[in-house]
């Protein structure tokens, strides 16, 4: 009798850490920039345009933290202290940060209702991006490797994408549009046994720990399991709510947009408390 009491004393032990369960995963995020001017262009030099090449890669160097629990998680940009505005440089080229909360987008996902709330913004107005998780068609298998302490496997998924170039030659935009595959690469561990991952990544049998697909590259580096200060995962409310489909068809005018004010060569501000200038 005693035996048996205490095997249920432990499994209820067990189930009750299960649903206590919480973690903080710390990424760090990449992107290939494919910002080009083109060769011999009026006023765009070469040491311009390296050093745009250069502030848009470390732009795009950013922290994000995921916090999560069994069934919903909540990732956001780690919060930073302001810093002073850059002044304009002999090279020509200005990439300023004219303030904002610093704090980016929130991506709430609720894993049992299979649904996301992405509160984010563009060009200083706040959205709320309401809809349902994708589905991943992940090929899974048996290759491995380690992250860390973490033994990770190997999964793919694949897709037919748009890929959209813009040129800028004398003041003059040109867009071009071609169709590619892309081949999204993720590495998950059984470790933590959670359908999670980074942005809207998840569909695994455990925590993603890397996502590369061929321009973005985002690596986990740390993780921390049951913290000792208390995760409380809250869904954002704030913000004008729409659909992905619609928030990427006003993301789309908007960066039409900004487009045409590179034309006049006076700057654009391109959100998140960026402004770009080219030229004296």
Same mark, same amino acid.
């Given at each position: ?21 919480? !973690? ?13 001017? !083109? ?33 919903? /998680? ?21 990439? &300023? ?20 709330? @992405?509160?984010?913004?563009? &060009? ?23 992250? !860390? ?13 748009? @890929? ?30 959670? /359908? ?62 900004? &487009? ?6 006076? !700057? ?13």
């Amino acid at each position: 009798m005693k035996t048996t009491t205490t095997i249920l004393a432990l499994l209820l032990a067990t189930v009750i850490n299960a649903q206590n369960f919480t !973690g903080k995963a710390t990424y760090k995020t990449s992107r290939k920039s494919n910002v080009k001017y !083109g060769e011999n262009q009026e006023g765009i030099t070469d040491k311009m345009q390296e050093e745009l090449q250069k502030r848009l890669q470390k732009m795009n160097q950013k922290t994000f933290i995921l916090e999560f629990d069994k069934t919903s /998680s909540v990732y956001k940009e780690e919060e930073k202290l302001k810093t002073p505005n850059p002044k304009a440089n002999r090279t020509g080229v200005v990439v &300023m940060n004219l303030g904002g909360s610093g704090k980016g987008s929130t991506y709430y996902k609720n894993l049992k209702e299979k649904r996301f709330a @992405n509160q984010t913004e563009i &060009m200083g107005k706040v959205f709320l991006v309401k809809d349902a998780l994708p589905v991943y068609d992940w090929k899974m298998t048996t290759e491995t490797k380690n992250i !860390g302490q973490y033994t990770c496997y190997k999964a793919t998924y694949t897709e037919e994408v748009e @890929n959209k170039k813009i040129s800028f030659i004398n003041g003059e935009t040109k867009e071009t549009v071609t169709k590619a595959t892309k081949v999204t690469t993720a590495w998950y561990t059984l470790q933590v046994p959670i /359908s999670n991952g980074p942005k809207n990544y998840q569909g695994l049998p455990g925590l993603i720990l890397e996502i590369n697909d061929g321009k973005n590259l985002i690596v986990c580096t740390e993780i921390v399991l049951n913290p000792t200060e208390i995760i409380k995962i809250q869904e954002p409310e704030k913000g004008k709510v729409v659909t992905q489909k619609k928030f990427d068809e006003i993301q789309k005018q908007k960066t039409k947009e900004m &487009m045409e004010k590179f034309k006049s060569r006076n !700057g654009v501000d391109i959100g998140g408390g960026i402004n770009i200038k080219m030229g004296g």
